[in-house]
């Protein structure tokens, strides 16, 4: 027998291929394995070979132990090996109705006998029949499936015991055709099993219908060209129903109730399950258990034509009927008195491979950082592939889960990592505005700077003469009127080259520490205040003390004081208020002027935007601010309403400037 290791797994996965749908670990009746990063892993000594997963897995992904080629080897350099059919071999082959060519196939391929695994079946079922029969009144679970066997031994070890200690049909053949043909002779059993290739060393090698079929296949071995041939001795009788539902009861030649009330027969991962607790809690404990993993024989994961359950049933049924009509009694006989007294004996050994239950506080708190504080939170949804958020738990605490598994809890943390993104992309957004915003004022700038500093020199030689010839010239000239309105034009132009200077200076700021209350007085006084403007002042300062470029920052703040006096034609209030917030000074310049309205609000920091007149405003006042501001790492808000429906109308600027320290 191989012995299956971590290096040499029974059933493994094709990693490439795993997309975590957890199906596996939910059809898994040992809970055999692992998610790992997404990936489902089989963990070899907890696995009891059913290869449930491999049936299940849609993307292939599961595979088995493959043993087409030494098997292939073996024919090629023996040549008396002798194949034991499983007796599920018509619902595999039904495209033969007659049996004869698939054994004609196999010999073909190069078996010397091929022998049925039935008559083995009908020997254990008389042996079984007498064991229930028998005075001790102990009750048994069948052992004739090997994944029930190791999932006892794994699990529920203290049932170890309770096993019947019969070989199981192939087992109890191999040892017959030893007898029959010679100890020498290699086996090699063919059948819809996975868990066979771990059962026992008789047989010498253990391969599904898929693995003959591709064997089949690659040996060129066509129907066609084979003669049909009858099965070699001991033909089997009743035994050919084994590998459906209640087959072994069935096998048992009798009809008597003693037998048939004292049997419960459970099949398929969930029934068999909970049929091997109920008899370890004692409910079901007088009676005996006939167990199969899969849902009988015919639906081993080993079959390679899929089939329905009862379309196969049927043909196992059809073959058993036509075998019974024509069996040779006498002979049938004759074999089964010859094997009467082989030695059909097993023993079993216990794998307790059972793992703590982690204590009901780990359980509690993996649940809260789960989410699911209360019970209602806990849905057994099934999502994760376990039973219970109970056993999902359990699994994660003992490494063999991932939490990301619960579908709920997955759901809850995308809706908050979505929730998260849309806040992340709305800053992003802004960040991205502003981010236009300065590099358009950056190329502004530059451009600006280059015209000014050309203009700046001429312009300084016109301001010049002109107002040389004016001191020199008569008031009474009549070109006096003109040369003034020369001087005071040339003035205004060099009070824009001037603010475009400004608006564009790459000179570093030079930090000072200020009393930002002062300071802001200071501005004040910078600007004339017409009567009929109010201005009120609110200081909830509680550190005054912060550094700026105070002659840059004067610019800043007295641009806003005087595009909000500039908004209050008619009068009205100028509200100056100044607070802290966390490490900051905010600066809050209020008016109750025109307002802005929304699309100019999108324009007000673009160089050159006015709405004043022409002659009044030069459009470079707050873009010449914001960009003092940006200098000193803080922030100019506006808000604005210009609609008297919609409440007072007036404008708010707010700035928002770092309350450092001088350095
Ligand atoms: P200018 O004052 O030379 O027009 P600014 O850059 O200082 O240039 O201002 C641009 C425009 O922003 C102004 O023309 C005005 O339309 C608008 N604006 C600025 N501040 C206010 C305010 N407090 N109230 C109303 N409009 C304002
Ligand atoms: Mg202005």
Known sequence: MIKFSEKQPLVFTIADRCKTCYTCIRECPAKAISMQNGQANVIVERCIGCGNCVKVCTRKAKSFFNEEQQVLHLLKTKKDCIACVAPAFPAEFKEFEDHRIVVGMLKKLGFDKVVEVSFGADLVAMR??????????????????????????KYYPQLTRSLDPIVSPLMAIVRVIKELYGKERETVFIGPCVAKKNESDDPDYVLTFQEIRNMFETENIKSEDCEPVEFDPPLGGRGAAFPISRGLINTINIEENLIQGNIIVAEGRENFKEAINEFDNGYIDDHNLELLCCEGCIMGPGMYSEGKRYENRAYITRYVRRKLDNINVQEWENYINRFSSINLDRSFSQDDSRVKVPSEEEIEALYHKMGKHDKQDRLDCHACGYESCREHAIAVLRGLAEIDMCLPYTLDKLNTMVSELNIKNIKLESVQQALKQSEKLAHLGQLAAGIAHEINNPLGVVIMYSNIMLDEINPN?????????????????????????????????????VNIADFINNCLKAVIIPANIEVEQKNYLSNFSTAIDEEQMTQAITNILKNAIEAMPEGGKLYIELNNEKENVKIIIKDTGTGITDDHKDKLFTPFFTTKEFGKGTGLGLPTSYGIIKMHKGKINVDSNCNPKKGKVGTKFTITLPQLNES
């Not at 200076?505 to 520490?513: E, P």
């Open 128 to 153: 079984y029949e007498e064991l229930l029969l028998s005075d001790d009144h102990k009750k048994y679970i069948s052992s004739d499936c090997p994944a029930i066997v190791s999932y006892i031994n």
């Open 477 to 513: 000239d009549e070109a006096y009127e003109d040369l003034k309105l020369i001087t005071e034009q040339a003035m205004r132009c060099k009070n824009i080259v001037s603010g475009l200077l400004n608006f564009a200076r790459k000179n570093k700021v030079k930090f000072t520490s």
